[in-house]
């Protein structure tokens, strides 16, 4: 095993010598004895917590340090240290209600890792230290202790409070007075007594990424009081020893939280959230693995390959350029102080430190993942955001000149069991947000995602290398959130969500949500749309994704309640002073808000978009004016009132009110200069063969691709099918590749016929069953595989 020298820094000891050391850790040997020495691992976490040791004179580390003082300067100079004080700090005021207690004990963990780190204004302070011994009894006195009730957001009482107390204590313990150590552990011992249950909810056992948090507070509990039985329930907590593994991290998991053998991480049992709450699994599993890792309590269980498994299949693919997509980010989309990129770079800070002790063929090319997406982002560059522990796994990497690093990943992924598609080419990617009876069309909550009404509707996210700040810059409080790209919306005023207590979801009534994928490189995806309650609003949507182009189709839109409904195109953050040309059909257009009959539209520095069937194309650009605290007013995520400007150029079909059948049909062309668009429109190498209520089809000629997706049984591009189906058919040579999935998993099976000769399989998955000849058919044995696509490849 092999633990970063910069993360776990050199501790003095005969004990400690076998395991921590100035350069790479060696796992232990036979002949080594496993560390069972409490004040070896309490070291150890305080250097997770810091940082442990870098050299002050490296500028990203002197900048590291600098942000850390500026935050740490701010809270110092805030804190009430007066003797007669009500609170910690007067906005986190009456520190009895438990958003307050938990923001102020966050607050303190910060003032505890500034006065642990070197370098800082307040590092080493016997002043610093007196006065969070100080805030932290006040904090237990007042609010924090094992007679409190809990109420409000559990979250606090059992996770967030305790957590930064625990940190505290660890970085503290040297100056910590006992009796004031055994209360904090009392108090721990009340409100997270262990990771397997939830405390309010005796019977509700914890799952996903609440049952990691919960384990690291066990652990550091356990190490705080020397108690080897707390430190190891905390490892077993992992595997779910008490529920024979009915809950471990280290399993797939088919239904409810956890990591799903597609990729998909889902939480609150219906929301995606790889880049939420699955980061903060994979952190928190890879934080207690390294804390743990050669001692007494090393978690041994072999199935954690399912964490090193989920980081290829669940994580790469929702990274780009070191970025999270926001469609697996749920609610978190809306804190402003938690984008896409601080996101990501908690990300990478996660895979980093599994790879610490993960096998070595992984852990490299992980490594050479992270040097090729931190290489590449410009915008935002991982040191500027990352923490001084986040930036010393990456520093590590980056000055390795034996780690190359890693080309963008391409290929197309269907996320079955959370509903989401992602297309990946060499310059850009394009993400769908989709939606059904299984998974939520959004999550709001605890004043969180306010206007998150269509994110989960079909909205599509176009990536692109060279604007990696799209949906980072201000995006979420100015955008208009009734036109999100790639919705069909109606245009009702809708109520803000999500402003009680607890945590709101809304799974539409819907089946179909999802797709396949073909060689890795084709995909296709179809999402029914059933407009939320109040809205009669019914429209069948389907994405061709291919090499260099994303085909949407719309067909049976239908609505009775007299509202306009559009569906949104293109709505494109130019950012704050952005100029980006318009042209509609190669002439300039200013984007008034006029409508116009066109065949194609370009946006400059984004790319192309064709109506391949001509149509009456609106085009807006303004400047958009909202606040972060418009779309999130949570306790401790709420955004500020500040005015945030931003322009946009939105593109979108208007279907009239109260539409009959209506449909639509566009090609996006990202990265595509106007030149090449024009082209694209004349020649339309990609042709539609079908958008009706029972199949919508294209044909690529470039490639020998078809695509459909039938609704009902039927006949698109002399493909059948016996009921719904995605189907993708690709001829070359004299070679077939089929792919075929139910994404409404509706059927038991279903049988495609092909309108040209096949005499036998090459290879197939063992669903799917040939009957050769002049008209062949496929059977697919689709019954309980979660809309998981099902591959042939055939001779012709």
């Avoid at 070197?118 to 100080?134: F, I, M, Q, R, V």
């Avoid at 400059?604 to 609106?618: C, K, M, Q, S």
């Amino acid at each position: 095993m092999r633990l970063s020298r910069r993360t776990l820094l050199a501790v003095s000891g005969a004990t400690a010598s076998a395991v921590l050391t100035t350069g790479p850790v060696r796992a232990v040997t036979r002949e080594e004895e496993p560390v069972n020495d409490f004040d070896v691992l309490l070291e150890r976490a305080g250097a997770l917590l810091t940082g442990g040791a870098f050299d002050p004179s490296d500028p990203d580390f002197a900048a590291g340090v600098a942000a850390l003082d500026g935050t740490a300067g701010a809270l110092w100079d805030t804190l009430d240290r007066t003797a007669g004080r009500t609170a910690l700090w007067p906005d986190l005021a009456p520190l009895t209600d438990p958003g307050n207690f938990g923001q102020s004990y966050t607050r303190l963990r910060t003032l505890a890792v500034a006065w642990a780190t070197p370098g800082t204004a307040l590092s080493g302070s016997a002043e610093t230290a007196d006065a969070l011994l100080g805030a932290l009894r006040f904090a237990y006195d007042t609010a924090y202790h094992p007679s409190a009730r809990e109420s409000g957001n559990w979250w606090f009482w059992e996770i967030g409070a305790p957590r930064a107390l625990m940190d505290c204590c660890v970085l503290l313990r040297d100056r910590l007075p006992a009796a004031d150590l055994a209360d904090y552990l009392a108090v721990v011992d009340r409100f997270c007594p262990d990771a397997d249950r939830r405390t309010n909810s005796p019977t509700l056992p914890e799952t996903g990424a609440n049952r990691t948090d919960k384990a690291v507070i066990v652990a550091l509990r356990g190490l705080l009081g020397k108690d080897a039985d707390k430190v190891a329930s905390a490892r077993d907590a992992l595997s779910d020893v008490r529920d024979s593994g009915r809950n471990s991290l280290f399993r797939y998991t088919t239904s409810g939280d956890g990591f799903y053998e597609d990729g998909s991480f889902v939480q609150h049992s219906e929301v995606a959230y790889t880049g939420s709450y699955g980061t903060v699994l994979l952190g928190g599993a890879a934080w207690l693995l390294s804390l743990l890792a050669g001692s007494a309590w090393a978690v041994t269980d072999p199935k954690v390959s399912v964490m090193y498994e989920a980081v290829e299949r669940s994580f790469v693919p929702v990274v780009f350029d070191g970025l999270m997509m926001d469609a697996v980010r749920g609610r978190a989309v809306s804190r402003e102080r938690a984008g896409d990129h601080r996101d990501g770079a908690a990300a990478v800070a996660a895979i980093l430190l599994l790879a610490t002790g993960a096998p070595a063929g992984p852990a490299e090319h992980w490594r050479s993942l992270v040097k090729g997406w931190l290489a590449r982002n410009r915008t935002t560059p991982f040191t500027s955001l990352a923490t001084l522990p986040q930036l010393a796994l990456a520093k590590e990497v980056l000055a390795d000149r034996g780690i190359r690093p890693a080309p963008r990943t391409t290929g197309s992924f269907v996320f079955a069991d959370m509903d989401r598609v992602v297309h990946r080419r060499p310059g850009w990617a394009c993400t769908l947000a989709l939606s059904s009876k299984r998974i939520s069309a959004y999550e709001a909550g605890n004043g969180e995602n306010l206007h998150g009404w269509y994110t989960g509707d079909g909205m599509t996210y176009l990536y692109d290398g060279d604007d990696l700040g799209q949906y980072n810059d201000g995006f979420w409080p100015t955008v208009d959130p009734y036109r999100l790209p790639g919705t069909t919306v109606d245009t009702r005023p809708r109520d803000d969500l999500g402003t009680g207590a607890g945590t709101s979801t809304y799974r539409p009534p819907n089946a179909v949500a999802g797709g396949a994928a073909l060689d890795g490189r084709y995909g296709a995806a179809a999402m029914e749309l059933i407009g939320a309650p109040g809205s009669s609003l019914r429209a069948r949507k389907t994405w061709f994704l291919l090499d260099n182009t994303v085909v949407a189709l719309g067909a049976d839109i239908t609505s009775d309640d007299g509202h306009p409904v559009e569906t949104i195109i293109e709505n494109r953050n130019l950012g704050a002073d952005g100029l980006n040309r318009l042209l509609v059909d190669g002439v300039p257009r200013s984007g008034n808000g006029a409508s116009e009959r066109a065949r194609w539209a370009h946006i400059e520095g984004v790319g192309g978009y064709v109506l391949p069937d001509g149509a009456v194309l609106r085009t807006l650009r303004e400047e958009r004016t909202g606040t972060w605290r418009a779309i999130d007013t949570g306790a401790d995520t709420g955004g500020s009132t500040d005015p945030v400007t931003r322009r946009y150029l939105t593109l979108w079909l208007d279907h009239g009110p109260s539409p009959d059948g209506a449909g639509y049909a566009y090609v996006l062309l990202p990265g595509a200069s106007a030149a090449a668009t024009a082209v694209w429109s004349a020649s339309r190498p990609v042709r539609v063969l079908a958008n009706d209520a029972t199949a919508q089809a294209v044909e690529d000629r470039r490639t020998g691709l078809t695509a459909v997706h039938f609704w009902a049984a039927g006949t698109a591009a002399g493909i059948t099918a016996s009921g719904p189906a995605t189907v993708l058919v690709r001829r070359r040579g004299g070679r077939v590749s089929v792919a075929v999935a139910d994404p409404g998993r509706t059927g038991t099976s279903v049988t495609v016929g092909l309108p040209f000769t096949v005499r036998r399989v090459v290879e197939a998955d063992d669903t799917v069953e040939l009957t050769p000849g002049r008209r062949p058919s496929l059977t697919f044995a689709v019954g309980g595989s979660r809309g998981h696509t099902h591959r042939a490849e055939l001779v012709q």
